[in-house]
Nanobody, 115 residues
Framework: VQLQASGGGLVQPGGSLRLSCVASGFTLEDYAVGWYRQAPGKQRELVAITTSVGDPNYADSLKGRFTISRDNAKNTVYLQMHSLKPEDTAVYYC??????????WGQGTELTVSS
């Protein structure tokens, strides 16, 4: 069972980026999937999560800028980010959880928003 996140990098303020997380060893379709982030010196926090039926929830501060989506055929979950700010700088982790069981974490992909 593995979650492989990718797509992070250096982006200028106001820019956009899409993160991807590919699952292997299990079928993502039956899982709730989400993205969390951890900024330097801060606790890991929820960014967005979507259920197996595609009902997304977002951190209040990120609504309207971030969009979570999933492609079950590709066993992949995405995080589209727009209007990026320096405070979005963090390591972004994907997460997948089946109903009634523990979840799995990906290894993280680092985003830096800076001019």
């Amino acid at each position: 069972v593995q979650l492989q996140a990718s797509g992070g990098g250096l982006v200028q303020p106001g820019g956009s980026l899409r993160l991807s997380c590919v699952a292997s060893g299990f079928t993502l379709e039956d899982y709730a999937v989400g993205w969390y982030r951890q900024a330097p010196g801060k606790q890991r926090e929820l960014v967005a999560i979507t259920t197996s039926v595609g009902d997304p929830n977002y951190a209040d501060s990120l609504k309207g800028r971030f969009t979570i989506s999933r492609d079950n055929a590709k066993n992949t979950v995405y995080l589209q980010m727009h209007s990026l700010k320096p405070e979005d700088t963090a390591v972004y982790y994907c997460y997948a959880k089946p109903s009634g069981a523990k979840g799995y974490w990906g290894q993280g992909t680092e985003l830096t928003v800076s001019s």
